[in-house]
């Protein structure tokens, strides 16, 4: 079933539930979907970009939610969480840290890449090989954990 389909039962299940917080989330990722197709190239989403559109979102959440943190914003922060947490439920499932490492080391090993100065080559290919299954500051953290 499409991302899209997805959502919309999922709309319809939350307004039968009376879920506002899932209601609201969901119509927000079927916006962004909308605004997605109709951006005038015409051509179909592909779930890549789905895939991005959600790391997206949960980046912008994430952001949100640590800022209302930091500013004793408890009642903001609380609604940043429940749609974090609801938009996450449509990623593919996140790799755990040591199948990263082991994957990234690889890459490692395959680019040739020995010092800071290689980042860049690993950041690439790794960014395409995990896109979905983890988010590119992890990534970011681990190669430089392993290079440096």
Do not use: C, H
């Not at 009376?18 to 209601?23: G, I, V």
């Not at 179909?44 to 959600?54: D, G, N, R, V, W």
């Not at 690889?106 to 680019?111: F, L, R, S």
């Amino acid at each position: 079933m499409s991302l899209t389909n997805r959502i919309n039962t999922g709309i319809k299940e939350a307004m039968k539930a009376k879920d506002d917080a899932r209601k609201r989330t969901l119509r927000a990722i079927k916006a962004q979907l909308l605004l997605l197709q109709t951006d005038g190239t015409g051509a179909e989403i592909t779930e890549e970009q789905e895939i991005k559109l959600l790391q997206k979102m949960v980046k912008e959440r994430q952001d949100s939610y640590d800022v209302y943190t930091q500013q004793n914003r408890e009642d903001l922060a609380v609604v940043e969480a429940e749609e974090l947490e609801i938009i996450k439920e449509f990623l593919p499932e996140q790799m755990n840290p040591e199948d990263l490492k082991a994957g990234l080391q690889a890459i490692i090993a395959k680019v040739g890449a020995s010092s800071m100065k290689d980042m860049g080559k690993v950041m690439g290919m790794a960014n395409k090989q995990f896109a979905g299954k983890a988010d590119g500051k992890t990534i970011s953290t681990t190669i430089k954990e392993l290079l440096g």
